[in-house]
């Protein structure tokens, strides 16, 4: 029993850490690109200081670099963080691996043992029978309402993960948004609408994720789309960035303040979910446990 009660240990380790390693390679991928991005948008931002074009754009612009160099360095700050977590997860995972691997060769002659004596007394009609059989339809059941929790457990994680990346753009758009609400000209309204556009493809992609979800979410009641259904406007883009105007300034702000708003709902209910899973998963583990020290009882006389 002790032994089994271990096998089930190590087995839930090595399952929460590859969704881990997964959720920690998919935050890499994504600030190694944020990372490229920012990069590549301070660059041709310094080239323009040190040309003509700071004549025309000049208002702001020492801020706007100030604000793109912080930005830039917390996007680099943030990829080497995921990356640590990365490797530290995935070296964590390879010995939960490794040891789950030396357990499993362990129980495996015992186990070929009892499933030759289950077919003896199966084919011998054996009072014993009847109940093994049961047992074997019971464990088969939970195998697969633990295989469909798991999974839920995984797209709860892609959820999470999802829910960061978004807060962190929105953030973001919230700083350029009041850069250029204080004046920041041309260049601040073009950063602004280009967090914007990374915003709502942050959103659509987190809806994506909590898609998997949405039995799960109607359980706790209603929320709201974290995309804000607005789609980004040519004219109003145009009037703001070129022309400077107060009324697209405040309206860019305050789509960017309403999505910021919809994030905590969506968070309360994906820690409810993440709770009741993880209560479900230990239910179905100890109800396994008892179906398989019954069988081995059954067994051993």
Do not use: C, N
């Given at each position: 029993m002790a032994a089994r009660q271990e096998q089930r240990g190590v087995d839930a380790t090595v399952s929460r850490l590859q969704r881990q390693v997964d959720a920690l390679y998919a935050e890499t991928r994504h600030f190694a690109g944020r990372?490229?991005?920012?990069?590549?948008?301070?660059?041709?931002?310094?080239?323009?200081?040190?040309?003509?074009?700071?004549?025309?754009?000049?208002?702001?612009?020492?801020?706007?670099?100030?604000?793109l160099r912080l930005e830039t360095d917390e996007a680099e700050d943030r990829l080497n963080e995921a990356r640590r977590k990365f490797?530290?997860?995935?070296?964590?995972?390879?010995?939960a691996r490794s040891r789950q691997e030396e357990l499993a060769a362990t129980s495996a002659d015992y186990e070929i043992a009892?499933?030759?004596k289950e077919k003896r007394l199966?084919?011998?009609?054996?009072?014993?029978?009847?109940?093994?059989?049961?047992?074997?339809?019971?464990?088969?059941?939970?195998?697969?309402?633990?295989q469909d929790t798991?999974?839920?457990l995984t797209s709860l994680g892609w959820s999470d993960r999802a829910l960061d990346t978004l807060e962190h753009l929105i953030g973001s758009a919230r700083r350029w948004a009041t850069a250029d609400l204080a004046g920041g000209g041309v260049l601040a309204g073009k950063a602004k609408y280009d967090e914007l556009a990374a915003v709502g493809n942050a959103a659509a992609y987190a809806e994506q994720c909590l898609a998997r979800l949405?039995?799960?979410?109607?359980?706790?009641?209603?929320?709201q789309s974290l995309e804000t259904g607005v789609p980004?406007?040519?004219?109003a883009r145009f009037l703001d960035v070129w022309m400077d105007h107060p009324y697209a300034d405040l309206?860019?702000?305050?789509?960017?303040?309403?999505?910021?708003?919809?994030?905590?709902?969506?968070?309360?209910?994906?820690q409810q979910i993440g709770d009741d899973l993880r209560q479900r998963r230990a239910e179905i583990l100890t109800a396994t446990d008892q179906l398989t020290a019954e069988r081995q009882h059954l067994l051993a006389d």
């Open positions: 990372l490229a991005e920012l990069s590549d948008r301070l660059d041709r931002l310094e080239a323009r200081s040190r040309s003509w074009f700071r004549l025309l754009v000049s208002r702001g612009l020492d801020e706007q670099l100030e604000v490797e530290s997860a995935r070296d964590e995972l390879d010995q009892l499933q030759d199966l084919a011998a009609a054996d009072p014993r029978a009847g109940r093994l059989g049961e047992i074997a339809a019971e464990q088969e059941q939970q195998a697969v309402v633990l798991d999974d839920l949405k039995d799960e979410l109607q359980v706790y009641g209603e929320r980004l406007d040519t004219r309206r860019s702000f305050l789509r960017i303040m309403e999505a910021q708003h919809r994030l905590p709902r969506t968070r309360s209910l994906l």
